[in-house]
Structure formats: C-alpha cells, structure tokens
C-alpha cells in the first residue's frame, strides 16, 4: 500500500456545520485539493497524532504485526486500549483496519500531515 499525505482541516465547529449546510444546499462545493478529514482545533489533532499515537503507528510500519494481539506485545498495550485508538485512526484515514479469519490487522495509511487552518470568521 501506497503510502499518503492526509490533508486535515482545523475549523470551529459552527464555522463547520455552515460549510456542510452550504455544501448540501449546493452554495459551495468543496475544491479538489481541499481537506476531507476537519477536526475542532489543533488540540484535538493533538491528540490524534500524540506521541504514544505515532509510536503506535512506528511499530507497526517496522514491525508489520498480523494480529492486534501481536501488536499488543510490541506496544505493551492493553487490547481493548489498542483496538480503540486503532478505530480512532481508522476514523481519521491514518489506518486501514482489516479483518481476515477473525483477526484485526492495521495497515498504516498515512505517515506524513498537511494541516490547514485559519482564524476563521473574525468579526
């Protein structure tokens, strides 16, 4: 798998939810090149990408692991830990979570982060 660069986008949430109603009543559309994944603040990018969240995604780019239970004995995390930051990933597009013969396997998607944000509407 190829890997990417996700663009993300920083925009308060009222700012938002005025960009998704525009869009559904066809007064924007979104360019090409525009974030797909936008998140509150670059708090929450924060903690998205933490420093615990990029050595996960570190071990399995090295490490390959074929099951979540492997990978639990890489990280020396718990399962249920692992597996809810792994679907937090997933959500994000920064892994992709497979599942072959009742086992989960991470694949990492995305290792490199364009962010785009501004102060929004100043008035």
Do not use: H
């Not at 099951?67 to 830990?81: D, I, M, Q, V």
């Amino acid at each position: 798998m190829k890997l990417e660069t996700l663009r993300v986008g920083i925009m308060p949430l009222q700012q938002y939810k005025k960009r998704t109603i525009a869009i559904a009543k066809g007064e924007y559309t979104p360019k090409k090149d525009e974030p797909k994944i936008w998140l509150e603040s670059l708090k929450s990018m924060a903690q998205i990408l933490s420093n615990e969240n990029q050595e996960l995604l570190k071990v399995i780019l090295i490490n390959n692991p074929k099951s979540l239970a492997e990978l639990e004995k890489l990280t020396g995390r718990a399962k249920s830990n692992l597996s809810r930051t792994l679907k937090t990933l997933q959500r994000y597009g920064i892994v992709d979570l497979t599942k072959e013969k009742n086992t989960l396997i991470a694949e990492v998607r995305a290792t490199n982060f364009k962010v785009e944000f501004g102060l929004g509407e100043v008035a």
